[in-house]
């Protein structure tokens, strides 16, 4: 293997150089990553992507056999310990099976909801017991699971959930409730199910907040049912339906962790989720790009291929820069996570390494998920009229796309949860950023120094890189002091600098992958996405300190933003072009 120990913690980048060396990109995956990749890809291509207009008819019977045929290749066992029947590989592989199932999104929402959202909570926080009983029967694909948290009244606000359980004298519960937009929900056998354990002090059923919990439903136990299957824009494909719990009864022995600790639950399942969503868009995406370049070879207007013209190119190009710095964010973070497992797989230290990364597990549920928007609307582009009709698969991938910017919580909370983990880790004094910020603070008051330019071929990269880090640096530390307490209130603010802190973990991780690599294409692509991103930070940075202070104190910051983000343009319609006509020559996406 080429995963290393690696010391970082989650958020260490805003303020430390990382090493070239010391990150994982795609390019470092070995004989054994290329092997499940292969797999899996052949099996979306040959025995998914054939019979999708047959899901889409809601045969649940043919989704159980994928599962099943799926969990016979190994692809739903990454995870899990061999003693539960997995094959406990590293995240990196999860990452490469994700992005290979991505190829085929409905049947992608499907396997998510086994492989992630149903088998990590039992495996992270199950008993010896439920491990033993559940573990084995979702890895092998005898029974499919499915993941119960969302309500429509409660959406983004997961511990305002209504649904109630009542324990009863022999330590069962009673759970009364509906839950919401269950993937798998009309073929599940089992849920993991989260509602409110109420005592009498509480008030009246369903009012106030009680203990939010975690069980294991089976779908077998009295008081189960489904609802209808929804009336989806898209994943026509795979299950959505309500899960109706009328006097559930649950055995004690199916309480999932512990009473009350089921937020800890549900949202380090989500931060996993998270990750694999990330790489199921970036595998999408990956075949969008290659469908678009494919038909622009191919479609001639004006008696030339369409992708010899300049606007065709221009988003060939765009689509493959964007792409590229989503894979450089997914490997980097996949290795950080697989470094700080390296000696340890045990459920303790995954929860751990878990809760470690939440801040770039929303990053990259953020930025790969309007990385694939913006890549599919391209590709909608691209093929015209056919874009816009059933014939052609664009129209397809355009309306299953839409649901991720929702899926494992919003891109607005998750943009409130970037930098709020940050602000929250300084406080607690396990991020040394108000020190940083300070350090940034007195080099801004001091006369300019004239460190020497190099002319590398990514020296001016490098500078963009630490200068983005300090203008991250210096909105959230003004918001902090400008706020204090009140910070999570602010939350234009927020999403300003979630949206400068998402650009500069994209550019540096680009940036380290082509420095690593070395070729012109990967220099292209981060090249591209840099000098694009300077600019989208600039603007971010101006509408946030403008939000937070005027005068001369905002006079002075804006003083600041200028010298600090020095960045010279670059000629990005030429490094397009390169990015784009290896794509058309090659038919396919070049990394």
């Known amino acids: 293997m080429t995963i290393m120990a690696i010391a970082a913690r989650g958020g260490t980048w805003l303020i430390e150089d990382a090493p070239v060396e010391g990150i994982f990109t795609r390019e470092r995956i070995t004989d054994e990553h290329r092997m499940i990749g292969r797999t899996a890809e052949e099996f979306l291509d040959n025995e998914v992507i054939p019979v999708t207009d047959q899901l889409e008819t809601k045969d649940w019977a043919l989704a159980r056999r994928l599962v099943k045929r799926g969990a016979d290749l190994g692809l739903l066992a990454t995870d899990v310990p061999e003693a539960y029947g997995g094959l406990d590989l590293d995240k990196v592989s999860s990452v490469i099976v994700g992005e290979a199932v991505g190829r085929g999104a409905s049947f992608a929402t499907t396997f998510g909801a086994q492989s992630g959202l149903a088998i990590t909570p039992i495996l992270c926080f199950g008993t010896e017991e439920q491990k033993q009983k559940y573990i084995p029967r979702l890895v092998s694909g005898e029974i499919v699971g499915a993941y119960a948290l969302s309500e429509s009244g409660s959406g983004s606000d997961a511990l305002g959930a209504r649904a109630r359980a009542t324990r009863e004298p022999d330590g069962s519960f009673v759970l009364n409730g509906e839950k919401m937009w269950i993937t798998n929900g009309g073929f599940a ?42 009336h989806k824009l898209g994943l026509l494909g795979s299950s959505t ?93 996949a290795g950080l996570i697989d470094g700080m497992l390296l000696d340890d797989h045990s459920p303790a230290m995954i929860l751990a390494a878990l809760e470690e990364f939440a801040i770039e597990a929303s990053i990259l549920k953020v930025a790969s998920s309007e990385t694939i928007d913006f890549v599919l609307d391209e590709n909608v582009q691209i093929h015209g009229g056919n874009g816009f009709v059933r014939d052609y698969p664009a129209e397809r991938h355009y309306r299953d796309a839409r649901v991720n910017r929702i899926f494992e919580g919003t891109n607005e909370i998750n943009r409130l949860l970037i930098p709020g983990l940050l602000a929250r880790r300084a406080l607690k004094g396990g991020l040394p950023l108000i020190p940083a910020a300070k350090r940034l603070m007195d080099e801004i008051m001091s006369p300019p120094s004239m460190d020497a330019a190099g002319d590398g071929p990514l020296d001016a990269e490098r500078r963009a890189v630490t200068a983005m880090k300090k203008v991250a640096l210096m909105v959230l530390g003004t918001a902090m002091q400008t706020y204090g307490e009140k910070l999570a209130d602010e939350q234009e603010v927020l999403i300003a600098a979630a949206d400068i802190i998402i650009d500069t973990f994209a550019s540096e991780s680009a940036l380290l992958r082509a420095a690593q690599d070395g070729g012109d294409l990967h220099v292209a692509a981060a090249r591209v996405y840099i000098n694009d991103a300077a600019g989208r930070i600039e603007q ?41 006509d290896a794509t058309v020559e090659r038919k396919t996406y070049v990394f």
Do not use: W
């Not at 200028?562 to 670059?570: M, Y």
């Open 241 to 333: 339906t309500p899960l109706i719990l009328q006097d559930a009864r649950v055995p004690a022995a199916n309480l999932l962790g512990e009473i009350g600790r089921g937020h800890k639950i549900a949202f380090n399942t989500l931060n996993y989720g998270r990750l694999k969503l990330g790489s199921m868009c970036s595998g999408g995406a990956r075949l969008a790009i290659e469908e678009a370049a494919r038909y622009a070879a191919q479609r001639r207007q004006f008696g030339k291929p369409i992708a010899s013209f300049g606007a065709i190119r221009q988003k060939l190009g765009e689509m493959v820069a964007r792409q590229y710095a989503v894979e450089a964010m997914l490997y980097r973070t």
């Open 189 to 230: 056998d089992i849920f993991i199910v989260f509602a409110q354990v109420q005592d009498q002090e509480t008030g009246a059923p369903g009012q106030g907040r009680g203990q939010f919990t975690a069980f294991i439903v089976e779908r077998a136990f009295p008081g189960v049912s489904s609802g209808k299957e929804e």
């Open 540 to 580: 971010s940075a101006k509408t946030a300190l403008a939000g937070m202070t005027d005068g001369d104190t905002l006079r002075t910051l804006l003083a600041a933003l200028r010298r600090l983000l020095k960045v010279t343009p670059v000629n990005t319609i030429a490094l397009r072009r390169q990015l784009a």
